[in-house]
């Protein structure tokens, strides 16, 4: 069992910061290695995209439209991941997803998403 619990989401205007948090825990959480976290978004009508995940091994990495603004880092004690987001547009607006993926395992865990939205 996985549960990824998220927060720091909200409205705000153009050029805004937020930090979004996700923490692990659960019986699988507690007796294995979490590997990757990260985060994904979803708009509306549009496919779920790849925010920015990390690891020990991979390190950080962000999808080119967010990289100059965003900035994702890990706590591997508390196993909780942040997102920090700067300058943030409105086409940033979307259920932000956190997602987890213990080391060596193959199955994807996804938090209920918390929602940004950016208003101009």
């Known amino acids: 069992q996985v549960q990824l619990v998220e927060s720091g989401g909200g409205l705000v205007q153009v050029g805004d910061s937020l930090r979004l948090s996700c923490t692990a825990s659960g019986r699988t959480v507690y007796r294995n290695i979490v590997g990757v976290m990260g985060w994904y978004r979803q708009a509306p009508g549009r496919e779920r995209e790849l925010v920015a995940t990390i690891s020990r091994a991979g390190g950080p990495h962000s999808a080119d439209s967010v990289k100059d603004r965003f900035t994702i880092s890990r706590d591997y004690v508390k196993n909780t991941v942040y997102l920090q987001m700067n300058n943030l547009k409105p086409e940033d607006t979307a259920v932000y997803l956190c997602?987890?993926?213990?080391?060596?395992?193959?199955?994807?865990?996804w938090g209920q998403g918390t929602q940004v939205t950016v208003s101009s």
């Open positions: 997602y987890a993926r213990m080391y060596r395992g193959t199955e994807d865990y």
